[in-house]
């Protein structure tokens, strides 16, 4: 491979490029004493720092806007499957408590009514009661909005282990999957 020679001219001006730069940059530090432009360059310093501290919000880290987003959008779904669940176990608690007020007052009426129960009867009663109250209690609405909730966490929680990996770790993380 031959390496082509840069001329005289082209020499020249890549060491006057130099000089310029050096020359501003020495400007600059006289200038830095004069109390204009030292508050002027405080004020762009002061702006830089700005910049710097809000520019990590786009950047593609854990504290990203981007992910701080997702994360929080993901614990949001996992509230609400939970909110979804609990008012389904609520239904169907207070279904099963009244099923069982119901069974209670007919076992209730039996006792005192002239039907004679024994106190073996009534406990049977009142097991067989409970059985039918679990039994119906078992709802498969509530069996998949409670594993939706718990899939709705393990995901929240997953991204939140990813995302303080870095892009080489997620990536292959992702490929495992």
Known sequence: MSRTRRSAEELIQEHEAKIAKLRTQ?????????????TL????????RE???????FGSGPQSFENRIKSHTLWVA??????????DLASALKAQKDELRVAMEVLLRDITSDVVITPEEAEIMAEKAIDDANED?????????????????????EFSVTK??????????????
Do not use: C
Request: no cysteine; aromatic share 6%; hydrophobic share 35%.
């Open 164 to 177: 303080k990996l870095s892009k080489k770790q997620q990536l292959s993380v992702s490929l495992e999957e």
């Open 137 to 157: 209690f078992h709802a498969e609405s509530t069996d998949a909005l409670y594993n939706e909730w718990q899939s709705a966490k393990e995901t929240r929680r």
């Open 51 to 57: 910049l710097l501290k809000i520019s990590k919000g």
């Open 26 to 38: 020495a400007a600059m530090k006289d200038a830095k004493d004069s109390p204009g432009v030292s």
């Open 78 to 87: 996992e509230i609400e499957a939970e909110e979804a669940y609990a008012n």
């Open 41 to 48: 360059v405080d004020a762009i310093t002061n702006i830089d």
